[in-house]
Every structure is written in structure tokens, then in C-alpha cells.
């Protein structure tokens, strides 16, 4: 998984919801020998990559709450090719930090782009949790709501924690806007119908998950379900105003491609049509030459210690 995207329910979820409905790796039901891992990990590099500013902000927040216990140990659950992890040994400089994820590709890539100075566990989530040794800090983003029972996954990340120690769950937070509101293509509201579509898509895609139990998705109380207390909950902003630059327009031709082959069929002709105009990679329409084209999305996280 990643705290990516794919259900970059993110809300942009991550591996986005960074609703990448690219959640984690937003491989979904797709054999592993059937993905395309170097398009798919330079895909999650580029969503963690435009939520760096952010993840920093975050983890100097989270650096804060800890308080006055050494931090030794960082585990990123769910941390795709590594750059979310990268950025908290950053502001961890003396902790040990692992990436941990199931896939061992992107693992090997968050080895190769932090130059070793990651860790790397494979781990089959969440029925490996047990596995992962103690840390004083677990960052988990867009990765648990890949998970059938939520609930006993935080459950698990719980027991995993020193005492003192935190866990982060950066979920839900503001689906990503990237174009006004009319933006002459079609009908306008074209995004927040897109939206409905992807919302629908994700409630059916964890209906689809092992285990899977109905939750209600209020953080700060399945966290203290999970029986540690909730220290508070923040939302960072990641903004990228107008004009892009091109890995980030690129980053969009690849989101939106998503969509058209998650959602066509979901979509009324005009807005299919609006999204194959955004997809022409040489109108000036389209999203990757378009000069009005941004990328505004909110990140929350939601943590609580174990005592």
C-alpha cells in the first residue's frame, strides 16, 4: 500500500483519500506480475513529492507532541517507494526509520532513492502488524481505509507503540481541486460530479475488502477505541497555484486517465466527454498545456499516544 493515492482518498490517498482511489498503491485487485511497478512507483513519488511542504509541516507538528521522549524507532505503514519517509528522517535525523509496505518493488525503490538510509520491511498489512517491532512514532497514510476492519488494524499499530509513543493516521482531509469551477469545458461543477462518482467508487471498493466492517470514520474515536489517547488533529495544506510545472500537470494526465477508466461508465456523455478533452495531451485544453490549471488539496492527520 502507499500513502499514496490512490484512494488517495485524499482525498489524494497516499501511498491519497488523496482519493487517489489510488489508494496505497492503488493496484486494487490487479495481480502484482501484471503492474507496471516503475509507472506506478514514479506515479506515487510524484503525489508524495507535491505533498512534501505538508508531510514536513507534519512531522515538525508531530515532532512537538512527542515531547520529551527520544524518538528511536519511525515506521511508515503503507509507505510506498519511500518519500514520506524520506521527509521524516528529515526531521528525525537520529531515529531509526522503515518504510513498510507489501510490496517488495517499492520497497526496493525506497532503498535506492533514500541512498540506504532508509530501512525497508516487507509486511503483509494488517496481518503482519505483530511483526514490526516497537517504535515511538508510526506514520500511516491513506493506507488503513485499504484495510477491511480498520478498527483492528489501528488496533494493532497501537500495541506496536512504546510507551509514550505516537500514531499518525492521515486520513480523509479535502479531495484535490485543479481547475475553476467553469473552466469552459462542458457543464460546470465538472470536478465536484467527479467527486460524487469517486466517493460512490470507494465505499464500493472497501465493500470489496477482506473483513470488511461498516465504520463509522470518526479518527479521533477509533483511535481511542484502539486504546490510546487522541492528542489532536491537524490539516495541512498542499498547494501548488498556477501555472504548473510539468511533472505536476503530468501527475493530473495521470490521475484524470484513472478516473476515465474507473468512472466512464459512471458519468453522464457531457462530462465524459469534458474529462477525454482534458485528456488530449496536445489540445491546449487539455490538462497538461492548460494555463489555468492548479493543485489544492488538504492533508489531515489524526493522532493519539499510548500512555
Same mark, same amino acid.
Given at each position: 500500500?502507499?500513502? *499514496?493515492?490512490?484512494?488517495?482518498?485524499? *482525498? +489524494?490517498?497516499?501511498?491519497?483519500?488523496? @482519493?487517489?482511489?489510488?489508494?496505497?498503491?492503488?493496484?486494487?485487485? =490487479?495481480?502484482?506480475?501484471?503492474?507496471?511497478?516503475?509507472?506506478?512507483?514514479?506515479?506515487?513519488?510524484?503525489?508524495?513529492?507535491?505533498?512534501?511542504?505538508?508531510? /514536513?509541516?507534519? +512531522?515538525?507538528?508531530?515532532?512537538?507532541? @512527542?515531547?520529551?521522549?527520544?524518538?528511536?524507532?519511525?515506521?511508515?505503514?503503507?509507505?510506498?517507494? %519511500? =518519500?514520506?519517509? %524520506?521527509?521524516?528522517?528529515?526531521?528525525?535525523?537520529?531515529?531509526? =526509520?522503515?518504510?513498510?509496505?507489501?510490496?517488495?518493488?517499492?520497497?526496493?525503490?525506497?532503498?535506492?532513492?533514500?541512498? +540506504?538510509?532508509?530501512?525497508?520491511?516487507?509486511?503483509?498489512?494488517?496481518?503482519?502488524?505483530?511483526?514490526?517491532? &516497537?517504535?515511538?512514532?508510526?506514520?500511516?497514510?491513506?493506507?488503513? *481505509?485499504?484495510? %477491511?476492519?480498520?478498527?483492528?488494524?489501528?488496533?494493532?499499530?497501537?500495541?506496536?507503540?512504546?510507551?509514550?509513543?505516537?500514531?499518525?493516521?492521515?486520513?480523509?482531509?479535502?479531495?484535490?481541486?485543479y481547475l475553476p469551477r467553469d473552466f469552459g469545458l462542458g457543464r460546470p461543477g465538472f470536478?465536484?460530479?467527479?467527486?460524487?462518482?469517486?466517493?460512490?467508487?470507494?465505499?464500493?471498493?472497501?465493500? &470489496?475488502?477482506?473483513?470488511?466492517?461498516?465504520?463509522?470514520?470518526?479518527?479521533?474515536?477509533?483511535? %481511542?477505541?484502539?486504546?490510546?489517547?487522541?492528542?489532536g488533529t491537524r490539516t495541512f495544506l498542499v498547494d501548488h497555484p498556477a501555472p504548473l510545472?510539468?511533472?505536476?500537470?503530468?501527475?493530473? *494526465? /495521470?490521475?484524470?486517465?484513472?478516473?476515465?477508466?474507473?468512472?466512464?461508465?459512471?458519468l453522464d456523455a457531457e462530462d465524459r466527454a469534458t474529462l477525454e478533452a482534458l485528456l488530449?495531451?496536445?489540445?491546449?485544453?487539455?490538462?497538461?498545456?492548460?494555463?489555468?490549471?492548479?493543485?489544492?488539496?488538504?492533508?489531515?492527520?489524526? /493522532?493519539?499516544?499510548?500512555?
Open positions: 500500500m502507499s500513502a *499514496h493515492q490512490h484512494h488517495s482518498h485524499s *482525498h +489524494g490517498h497516499s501511498h491519497g483519500h488523496s @482519493h487517489g482511489h489510488g489508494h496505497g498503491n492503488g493496484h486494487g485487485n =490487479v495481480p502484482a506480475a501484471d503492474l507496471d511497478w516503475d509507472a506506478l512507483a514514479a506515479h506515487l513519488e510524484l503525489e508524495a513529492d507535491l505533498r512534501a511542504g505538508a508531510v /514536513t509541516e507534519a +512531522g515538525r507538528w508531530l515532532l512537538g507532541l @512527542h515531547g520529551e521522549g527520544e524518538v528511536r524507532r519511525v515506521l511508515d505503514v503503507g509507505s510506498g517507494p %519511500g =518519500v514520506i519517509a %524520506g521527509l521524516l528522517a528529515e526531521v528525525f535525523p537520529a531515529a531509526e =526509520v522503515v518504510a513498510v509496505d507489501q510490496s517488495a518493488a517499492l520497497l526496493e525503490r525506497a532503498r535506492t532513492r533514500s541512498g +540506504g538510509r532508509l530501512g525497508i520491511q516487507q509486511a503483509d498489512l494488517p496481518a503482519e502488524f505483530d511483526k514490526l517491532g &516497537e517504535a515511538d512514532l508510526i506514520w500511516s497514510g491513506n493506507a488503513i *481505509h485499504h484495510l %477491511g476492519d480498520q478498527q483492528a488494524a489501528l488496533a494493532s499499530l497501537a500495541r506496536v507503540l512504546r510507551p509514550g509513543g505516537l500514531l499518525a493516521v492521515a486520513e480523509s482531509g479535502l479531495p484535490a481541486r470536478q465536484a460530479r467527479m467527486d460524487a462518482a469517486h466517493e460512490d467508487g470507494f465505499s464500493a471498493m472497501r465493500a &470489496e475488502l477482506p473483513g470488511s466492517t461498516p465504520e463509522i470514520e470518526d479518527w479521533p474515536a477509533m483511535l %481511542g477505541r484502539a486504546g490510546l489517547t487522541p492528542v510545472a510539468g511533472p505536476v500537470r503530468g501527475y493530473l *494526465h /495521470t490521475q484524470l486517465a484513472r478516473r476515465h477508466d474507473q468512472l466512464a461508465e459512471q488530449d495531451e496536445d489540445a491546449p485544453t487539455g490538462i497538461l498545456r492548460r494555463p489555468d490549471a492548479f493543485y489544492l488539496s488538504a492533508m489531515t492527520v489524526h /493522532t493519539a499516544r499510548r500512555d
